[in-house]
T-cell receptor, first 116, second 115 residues
């Protein structure tokens, strides 16, 4: 069965510090997709990134970067030079081709607080 | 703004009652998904509809039902409500399955409080 583990429940950093949010997943599918979503205090879920299981290339988008390692079943998310606006709950999610590429299984989330 | 509209934003009701949550997907999106976010269960997939037909079911209770109408909006019906049904209910939509990138666009959610 699929599973997504975000072991860090809460993280606090001081503004401008770098922070890495961990995500470990389990799946028996060979084709799967990994996602990160952000949930700011306003409550909506904002899509950040999607990764296919066959694409281990890391990605950088501005201050955000993602490290996908199949060998350790991890898909970690790093924010560099954190800002107060980054304060939110971040969810890692997994979907499997066999159960529907758009049916996401979410981790429990990591609450990030950036202190000014 | 994701383009997905959910109403109502907040709803307070009593145990045993029935409520209907409404969702309008992004223009052109054929798939609609319902998710429940509660403190004890986290974010859980409930059900998916594609172009009016049920496509996939997750952890949806028998007291809950959903449908997608010809104009593609969807409704989630929750009946015989219990205290534990209090949660934030999200609707999400995505493009045509054949062209889907797996990206879901979420609405702002409907917060249900059962007293």
């Amino acid at each position: 069965a699929q599973k997504v583990t975000q072991a860090q429940t809460e993280i606090s950093v001081v503004e401008k510090e770098d922070v890495t949010l961990d995500c470990v997943y389990e799946t028996r599918d060979t084709t799967y997709y990994l996602f990160w979503y952000k949930q700011p205090p306003s409550g909506e879920l904002v899509f950040l990134i999607r990764r296919n299981s066959f694409d281990e290339q890391n990605e950088i988008s501005g201050r955000y970067s993602w490290n996908f390692q199949k060998s350790t079943s991890s898909f970690n998310f790093t924010i560099t030079a954190s800002q107060v606006v980054d304060s939110a709950v971040y969810f890692c999610a997994l979907s499997e081709a066999s159960t529907g590429a758009n049916n996401l299984f979410f981790g429990t989330g990591t609450r990030l607080t950036v202190i000014p | 703004d994701s383009g997905v509209t959910q109403t109502p934003k907040h709803l307070i009701t009593a145990t045993g009652q029935r409520v209907t949550l409404r969702c309008s997907p992004r223009s052109g999106d054929l798939s609609v998904y319902w998710y429940q976010q509660s403190l004890d269960q986290g974010l859980q997939f409930l059900i998916q509809y594609y172009n009016g037909e049920e496509r996939a079911k997750g952890n949806i209770l028998e007291r809950f039902s959903a449908q997608q109408f010809p104009d593609l909006h969807s409704e989630l019906n929750l009946s015989s409500l219990e205290l534990g049904d209090s949660a934030l209910y999200f609707c999400a939509s995505s493009a045509n399955l054949a062209r889907s990138t797996g990206e879901l666009f979420f609405g702002e959610g409907s917060r249900l409080t059962v007293l």
